[in-house]
């Protein structure tokens, strides 16, 4: 009796020990790392010279499996947490987003679609790093909502994923409102044959 | 015997404490499922209304209808839902079809200004797209799916529709129904599509006369590299992941393509992630105009097309 209960809880601290670290290691994994597909790597696929710095970070990692049994697509957003790094009279924020198709199905498109968000005031903008994609606020000193434009990157060589690594600048930092900086990632992918695109969405 | 059953308590305990509290502090939701397709409401799979004043465009990029403000040249309202799309024909903006990647529910939909009405509804386990037309002949992909949304591939059909018909019957290509069928061009009286064949991950090309819906396809080419076909000055264009060939000239192949006169009309991503428009002459290779945040552009004639964008719309004479 005593050898079954030992065998039990051993089987019951095996099963703890690799189910819930796995998941948790790749999910962090990817958190770390800009991702970059070697393979397929694109100009959005190239990180900035921001986004090696560890720093605490939020991220949402949402998927669902195609109907029919095609696979699934995966939504990612992560940024940094917190108010921001202040760089000058601005405050930044590294963020990633990418668009993740896992399964046997050959892709036709696989695209990702971000876009910022931010309570900001007196004409305070926010961007995403890259040009064009500024949102600004009034010019009352009351707190209203910003969004930047959306931007997208698309991959339709084949390739599995779609991704892009920037920082979102809040410009001044001082007209920033505390805890309200967001991200928000559509991921939509096309596979050959299937008319249909499926897509998910996720935020950080 | 006691300490070790505690000692193995403990140190499971201690694991998924640990594996918990690595979570928690990356603050981070992750959720792999089926989709939870149970809280999708018809309600939801809504297409806007026009205010007075706004008119219907189609987000070529997007896959939406939406109205838009012709005053403010902004996007006036659009239903964002991921998976509700709208899919159009190429260089016709009367008929779209409009469902859901999920819960199905498509219909056909007739587009005016500033109203639409839906011409067919079709139910959960089916949907349409288009694939061709020729004047007021459009042509669809009809497909069935079992309730776990497995396609039925052998009654893919391929179907086709009167403009402004009394008819709600989709009469059926009886001889291509079973091939894996998602993209043709109209060329004069004729349809060419190509068919997908997965154990090669290649297109065939056929062709089919567009009123001989009894007649038999003709096989033309096998192992084509894309599906996407075009036509320039009556000739049939066929492309790779790529590239479009045109004239013994080779192009870069965009997102979006359309050869409008003697122009390649394209829209996708740029470098720095915008949506641009750009427009080049299949005479010499220029790219003689190029404009971002695209939304949608009308043909008015083979001449001149209208260009929707966010805070912009421009008249273009094609070359």
């Not at chain 1, 991921?187 to 897509?199: E, I, M, Q």
């Not at chain 2, 001989?212 to 084509?224: A, I, K, R, V």
């Amino acid at each position: 009796m005593k050898k079954r209960i030992i065998s039990l809880l051993l089987i019951a601290g095996v099963m703890c020990t690799t189910a819930v670290p796995a998941f948790a290691a790749d999910a962090d994994s990817a958190r770390r790392q800009p991702y970059v597909d070697s393979e397929n790597a694109t100009l959005a696929d190239a990180p900035s010279n921001n986004t090696m710095v560890i720093m605490p970070r939020t991220a949402q990692e949402k998927s669902y499996t195609i109907p029919g049994g095609k696979g699934s697509i995966t939504s990612n957003a992560w940024r940094t947490t917190g108010n921001g790094t202040w760089s000058g009279n601005t405050l930044q924020w590294n963020y990633q987003v990418s668009a993740v198709y896992s399964g046997t199905y050959t892709v036709s498109k696989i695209r990702t679609t971000w876009q910022g968000s931010a309570s900001m005031r007196n004409s305070a903008s926010l961007t995403l790093g890259i040009s064009n994609s500024g949102g600004s606020a009034g010019a009352s000193s009351s707190w209203s909502y910003v969004s930047t434009v959306s931007k997208y990157w698309e991959n339709s060589n084949g390739a599995k994923n779609s991704s892009y690594t920037s920082n979102m600048i809040a410009t001044p930092g001082v007209d920033y409102r505390s805890g309200t900086i967001a991200i928000a990632n559509e991921a939509k992918v096309t596979l050959s044959g299937d008319p249909k695109p499926y897509a998910i969405n996720a935020s950080a | 015997m006691k300490k070790v059953v505690r000692f193995l308590l403990l140190i499971t305990a201690t694991v998924v404490i640990l594996t918990s509290c690595n979570i928690a502090a990356n603050d981070t939701v992750t959720n792999e499922i089926a989709p939870d397709v149970s809280c999708i409401t018809e309600d939801e799979n809504w297409l806007p209304i026009c205010a007075d004043g706004q008119i219907y465009i189609y987000h070529q990029y997007e896959e939406k209808i939406l109205s838009y403000d012709p005053v403010s040249m902004q996007i006036a309202s659009v239903n964002k839902q991921p998976n509700f799309y709208q899919f159009c024909f190429a260089k016709d903006n009367r008929i779209y079809t409009s469902g859901h990647s999920l819960t199905n529910n498509y219909s056909i939909i007739s587009l005016h200004k500033d109203s639409f009405e839906k011409l067919l509804e079709f139910g959960a386990q089916e949907s349409i797209f288009p694939l061709s037309s020729s004047e007021d002949t459009f042509i669809f992909i009809h497909t069935y799916y079992d309730e776990d949304g497995h396609e039925y591939v052998e009654q893919r059909e391929i179907c086709q529709l009167a403009y402004n018909s009394a008819s709600k019957e989709l009469p059926v290509y009886k001889n291509l129904t079973g091939l894996m069928i998602t993209h043709g061009v109209c060329i004069g009286d004729i349809l060419f599509f190509t068919a997908y064949i997965p154990s090669s991950n290649t297109y065939n090309l056929y062709s089919i006369g567009i009123g001989s819906l009894s007649d038999m396809p003709t096989l033309l080419e096998q192992e084509l590299a894309a599906p996407e076909l075009y036509e320039y000055n009556g000739e049939l264009i066929k492309s790779t992941q790529s590239h479009i060939f045109i004239n013994g000239d080779d192009y870069s192949k965009n997102s979006i393509n359309y050869i409008i006169a003697n122009s390649l009309i394209q829209i996708g991503p740029n470098e720095y992630g915008d949506l641009t428009f750009s427009a080049t002459s299949l005479f010499d290779g220029e790219i003689y105009y190029t404009i971002d945040k695209i939304i949608d552009f009308r043909s008015e004639d083979e001449k001149t097309i209208i260009l929707y964008g966010e805070g912009y719309i421009n008249e273009l004479s094609v070359r």
